[in-house]
């Protein structure tokens, strides 16, 4: 890439209904991004359920930095970064699993499940003032919402409820599709996209590109649920929820898993629907359950790393200016019907993942995006779409479901911490 | 397995390999219609995730009955799928046959594939060990089941836009 365009202070880079190119494709701003961004936001890590039982287990990411999330023997949450504090060895490469303790592979070193470090192999040669209480992994500051674990390593940000402020109803609203079950990692596909990680930040409250970029994947399906994609025909909308979050309705009547249970089960669940009542649910149980089955019927963006979009997790790690790791991870109920699991399974397969019948196309326009601003770098980008109908919504900014509210919402706040 | 020694005698290993060979062909030409042509109606093509084998409930890549491979191809052909409209371009060799298994109608076959992948100019590797489940039909041989366990399955892969 060339350096002669001198991208100057970044937050005027971004204007209320456009931003420059070079935000897709500068590596000096990317690292900007990685510091004034990343290390100073709730980053999203793990779901409660991938780490059930004290010792559980998983590897995840805080920006480009890798971190581990283990239940401690007090069944406290730890995001460590997977570093020994000798001389850096990563202590742990396992994805995921169960141990009592980490030992670093190079030297021995051993830290306890909250990083704390517990031995060292010759200690002698260290001398007597060799202080074990600061030479533990580094840990991060955890909270959780809803079971879903976010780490920062800013320990003077305002709390994670705080943080996501209106959006916290919305994550209330998804979690309804447990249908009366905690809701449980199922599974997850991982993918990257040659692509800048704000690209995919934009897409999942960018309703616009449905009907177009996923038009084989509503031609696959039957008539009814071919009626419920179409989205613009409904009363959706989409709203900005303040902190770079913002919130898309689709399917306005499913904003609410509990209500409309009388609605008739559409064609695609009666299977499902008939293999619950052989099973001795009654006919509320069925519903409620069939209808989380389903999903919910909006797509929230949470800014910078996640969203809960219809049924799944969407979560994006940078890796590089111009490369970006997405993990879609699978839903269900936790304790609930395997059949209704299983359904859960399938429909992710379907639209999801490396095969899905929606994930491939958006990987291509995603990449699109990356090699056209190639050209033409003093064009904006335009976001400008749905400012001329665009109301006050409940907690901000709401516009037609088309509109790229959302992606104001983003890069408002990209603004606002990059100024920082 | 003492079933080997009869497998050897009564399977012709080159046949096999001679019907594999003909798939993969079949699949780096794009030619759908022919690739369900060589199916039964009854079993399922998968690409997993991980080492698992309880492939109904778990999160696969792909989890194909004959319906879902009948939409698949239509997706791919109907030319309404930017990805694949037109797809990555693919070059692949399917080697290193192992029988594993042969009861009743059933031989179970398994072996390696690379499948070099190229858009854009930019070209990417796969390799996957695939294992055949095949039947003896009145008209040759078919596919009941195939598992494509792709190398790091349970790790990042890319978007892909044809069949291993
Ligand atoms: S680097 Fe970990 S013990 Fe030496
Ligand atoms: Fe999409």
């Not at chain 1, 079971?147 to 940000?157: C, H, K, R, S, V």
């Not at chain 2, 990805?83 to 029988?99: E, G, H, K």
């Not at chain 2, 089941?145 to 190398?151: E, G, P, Q, S």
Request: glycine fraction near 8%; aromatic fraction near 10%; proline fraction near 5%.
């Amino acid at each position: 890439m060339s350096l002669d365009y001198n991208p100057g202070r970044p937050e005027d880079l971004v204007e209320h209904d456009r931003v420059q190119t070079p935000l897709y494709e500068d590596a000096a701003l990317f690292e900007q991004e990685m510091e004034k961004i990343f290390a100073h936001s709730w980053v999203f890590v793990a779901h409660g359920s991938e780490v059930p039982e004290k010792g559980s287990f998983i590897l995840s990411w805080v920006g480009q930095q890798p971190v581990i999330v283990v239940r401690d023997r007090k069944g406290d949450i730890n995001v460590l970064v997977n570093r020994c504090r000798h001389r850096a060895a990563t202590v742990c490469e396992v994805k995921k699993g169960k141990t009592s303790s980490f030992q670093c592979p190079y030297h021995g070193w051993g830290y306890g499940l909250d990083g704390s470090l517990r031995g060292v192999p010759y200690p002698e040669q260290y001398g007597k003032d060799f202080d074990k209480s600061a030479l533990g992994m580094k840990a991060l500051r955890v909270e959780s919402y809803q079971n879903m674990i976010f780490a920062t390593l800013d320990d003077g940000i305002e709390p994670l409820a705080e943080f996501l402020g209106p959006a916290k109803k919305w994550i209330d609203l998804f979690m309804k599709q447990g249908g009366g079950y905690p809701v449980k990692v199922l599974g997850e596909h991982q993918f990257t996209v040659p692509m800048n990680w704000k690209i995919q930040l934009e897409n999942t409250t960018d309703a616009y590109h449905f009907p177009v970029v996923h038009k084989s994947f509503i031609q696959s399906l039957d008539k009814e649920a071919e009626a419920t994609f179409n989205f613009f025909d409904k009363a959706g909308f989409v709203e900005d929820l303040g902190n770079g979050h913002s919130v898309a309705v689709m399917i306005p009547e499913l904003i609410d898993l509990d209500e409309n249970l009388d609605d008739p089960i559409p064609e695609r669940f009666e299977e499902l629907a008939q293999a619950l009542r052989d099973e001795g649910f009654d006919e509320p149980r069925v519903r409620k359950i069939v209808r989380a089955t389903g999903g919910a019927g909006f797509n929230l963006n949470l800014f910078p790393n996640v969203s809960l979009s219809l049924a799944f997790f969407r979560v994006l790690r940078p890796v590089g200016v111009k490369e970006t790791a997405i993990r879609h991870v699978c839903l269900g109920m936790d304790g609930g019907p395997a059949a209704a699991n299983r359904m859960r399974i399938r429909l992710q397969e379907h639209f999801q993942g490396p095969m899905g019948f929606g994930t491939p196309d958006d990987a291509e326009v995603w990449e699109r995006v990356q090699r056209g601003t190639l050209g033409g770098r003093e064009l904006p980008i335009l976001v400008n779409r749905g400012l001329v109908d665009e109301v006050p919504g409940v907690d901000g900014p709401r516009g037609h479901l088309s509109a790229e509210t959302g992606m104001r919402a983003s890069y408002q706040m990209w603004k606002r911490m990059m100024a920082q | 397995m003492s079933g080997i020694t009869t497998v050897d005698r009564d399977v012709d290993l080159q046949e096999l390999a001679a019907f594999v060979w003909r798939e993969a062909d079949i699949l780096d030409r794009c030619d759908y219609d022919a690739w369900l042509a060589l199916w039964t109606e009854d079993g399922h093509y998968i690409v997993p995730i991980g080492k698992g084998e309880n492939y109904e409930d778990q999160v696969n890549v792909c989890y194909d009955d004959a319906r879902m491979r009948r939409m698949r191809v239509e997706r791919f052909q109907q030319g309404f799928s930017i990805s694949s409209a037109p797809p990555a371009d693919t070059v692949r060799t399917v080697s290193r046959f192992v029988l594993q298994g042969a009861t009743g109608d059933e031989i179970v076959l398994g072996c390696a594939e690379h499948v070099v992948e190229n858009k854009f100019g930019r070209q990417r590797i796969y390799a996957a060990n695939l294992t055949y489940t095949l039947v003896r039909t009145e008209s040759g041989l078919r596919i009941r089941n195939k598992v494509a366990r792709l190398l790091n399955s349970d790790g990042e892969l890319t978007a892909f836009s044809y069949l291993f």
